[in-house]
């Protein structure tokens, strides 16, 4: 088996043998729409199978797994959104990696940008424990939600824009069900930022007529059922922005900070 079957033990396992999967992007739809809590379909995503060559390069890198990792056993399966059922902060990213999240069942953990990222939001308070090595470690987010983009890791870190069309209902719906308590949406990324805002849009959200530029610590006041909510940009804390120094941890600080203090 090159992947963690549904209900076998995995630690935080949203789904089971019983849980609906999706096998083409008319499934995706349907059944993205027809969940009607953050459970559900936290789920669903977790055992989709619609786009046929992530599949197959998940299962592929689950079965031939990393040197470092040869011991292990890979989760393989898309990876779903992680943290407070009702967060204020929403974190954005694009894609899981292949030996990170594609491994550990977890987005961002277990890679090098996790690294990066989790330390810089155990600082600002918005994570239980500073690392996020594997799950069922303890890690807990504080008020703050992480998604991605696209659920499975791809080949080349490089989504087809066929594949980002197909997962685009389950991220649309996530945005939609935890819109009630966000307050702040950060993009990690500009490739996240791009794909934030039909999703955006999508859940219900009040959009400028023209979307703003990404940049670093670029701030946008949008609105969803009244409420303000503001849209924020962040470098993503890849190997290689951080090896050059176009990331340093008190950027991410100043980033994370920033957002806590707005979703109060």
């Known amino acids: 088996m090159s992947f963690v079957p549904p209900g076998t033990g995995w630690p935080d396992d949203p789904a089971t043998a019983d849980t609906p999967v999706a096998l ?13 809590t953050i459970e559900e379909l936290t789920a ?19 079965r031939t797994k990393r040197r470092a990792f040869a011991d292990e056993t890979y989760w393989g399966r898309p990876v779903p959104g992680w943290g407070d059922e009702r967060p204020r902060i929403l974190l954005v990213g694009l894609a899981p990696a292949a030996h990170g999240g594609n491994r550990t069942g977890r987005i961002f953990t277990g890679d090098r940008s996790g690294d990066w990222l989790f330390a810089s939001l155990h600082r600002c ?24 983009s696209v659920r499975c890791a791809p080949p080349a870190n490089k989504p087809t824009p066929q ?5 685009f209902p389950w991220m649309s719906r ?11 949406v950060v993009a990690l990324g500009g490739y996240a930022w791009q794909a934030m805002w039909p999703a955006l849009k999508e859940a ?54 920033r957002a806590g203090s707005l979703a109060v």
């Open 174 to 184: 996530e945005i939609a069900l935890v819109a009630g308590t966000v307050r702040v």
């Open 44 to 62: 669903a995503q977790s055992v989709c199978r619609a786009c046929p060559r992530l599949v197959e390069w998940r299962e592929e890198v689950a």
């Open 163 to 167: 594949e980002k069309a197909t997962c």
């Open 204 to 257: 219900g959200y009040e959009l400028p007529r023209s979307r703003p530029p990404f940049g670093h610590g670029v701030e946008v006041e949008v609105r969803h059922g009244g409420s303000p909510v503001t849209l924020m940009g962040c470098y993503h804390p890849s190997q290689q922005n951080t090896f050059t120094g176009r990331v340093t941890a008190q950027m991410l600080d100043d980033v994370f900070s």
């Open 24 to 36: 083409d992007p008319a499934d995706v739809k349907r059944i993205a729409a027809a969940a009607g």
């Open 125 to 148: 308070g918005l994570a239980a424990q500073e690392t996020s090595t594997y799950a069922g470690d303890g890690q807990r987010l504080i008020g703050t939600r992480v998604l991605a």
